[in-house]
């Protein structure tokens, strides 16, 4: 098989390693697209998480290509993703290998069969999603108020095309890319807020304590400033963007006074049934944030844009047809 391998700090190579066998439990699978996430790109760059070698590749949609003892022959050839974090709490695409190899393994207990006409570019993006629909659940919508989504990157827009099932009263989405906002615009948003050009800052463009909810998904710091500047007394505030090694630095007794609810979410348990429901009912349309697709082999241009591109949203690696 092939494989892009991580085989140092910044160094991707493309290389040729045995074909996994499935053992007990496992199911192999084969690698038709995969997505490059933000994640992946800190990977590469050099992280304590996972040593070398290594394949990312946590965003993945594939065909079920073999299957080990205790799993039925029949769901050989089965279209899939699935929950990526196994029995021993690690996952798939970081501490196991992922879709950034031309095969992989993981848990017959952990796939999602998915429709056969189902496009399976699209299917690649339903891990985000996932993540997205876990961080619904946490939020608990319990009315029809307003909503705010912080960040214009793919969990951003994904969020705001989901909070566009909740039928709400609005949805804003802010952000510093156009044509991502206008992306925005057509997944659900009725109003978008460009940070570059709110010269007094997001919170006076879109009015103070105006929402209910808010999703903080940009990562950053600004970000999180502007979530609890807009945030409604009594209003709740979803923190699921990823902030490294940032400390927080408000004011307590903002949260004190406001009688705010902040809610972190992570990653996707729990979400994967509903998730595949809303992909393939076509609630949330996937397909509509691949910017770019690339053949496997041309890995290095992929990632190129995907870390260099203000516009591009997803950038989605091809196995094969």
């Known amino acids: 098989m092939k494989a892009i391998v991580n085989t140092g700090p910044g160094r991707v190579e493309w290389k040729e390693l045995p074909k996994p066998e499935p053992g007990p439990g496992e199911v192999r699978i084969r690698t038709v697209f995969c997505g490059i996430c933000a994640t992946d790109l800190v990977m590469i760059g ?75 570019d699209a299917a690649a993006l339903i891990e985000p999603l996932a993540v997205c629909v876990r961080g619904l659940k946490r939020l608990r919508i319990e009315d029809k108020s307003s909503a705010l989504v912080i960040g214009d990157g793919p969990i951003g827009l994904i969020f705001t095309s989901l909070l566009e099932t909740q039928n709400l009263l609005e949805t804003v989405c802010a952000g510093g890319r156009p044509a991502r906002l206008e992306l925005a615009r057509h997944l659900g948003a009725a109003r978008t807020v460009n940070y570059h050009e709110a010269v007094n800052g997001v919170s006076d463009a879109t009015g103070k304590g105006a929402f209910h909810y808010v999703i903080e ?27 490294g090694k940032h400390l927080a630095d408000f004011a307590w007794n903002i949260l004190l006074h406001n009688e705010l609810h902040v809610i972190g979410s992570n990653a996707s348990q729990g979400a994967w049934d509903e998730a595949v429901r809303l992909a393939a009912n076509g609630r949330v349309p996937l397909k509509r944030l691949i910017s770019a697709v690339f053949p496997a082999p041309d890995f290095k241009e992929a990632l190129h844009m995907a870390k260099e591109s203000r516009e591009a949203v997803k950038v989605i690696l091809k196995w094969r047809d």
Request: with cysteine.
């Open 46 to 120: 050099g992280w304590a998480r996972t040593g070398y070698p290594a394949i990312p590749g946590h965003e993945w949609s594939g065909i079920i290509d073999a299957a080990g003892d205790g799993v039925g022959q029949g769901v050989i050839g089965c279209p899939c993703v699935s929950e990526n974090v196994l029995s021993d709490g690690g996952e798939v695409g970081f501490e196991h290998s992922g879709g950034y190899g031309e095969y992989f393994l993981t848990e017959a207990d952990n796939i999602r069969l998915l429709p056969e006409d189902f496009p399976l």
């Open 217 to 243: 998904a940009s990562g950053t710091l600004p970000g999180m400033k502007t979530a609890f500047e807009c945030a409604a007394k009594g209003g709740k505030i979803l923190v699921i963007g990823d902030y």
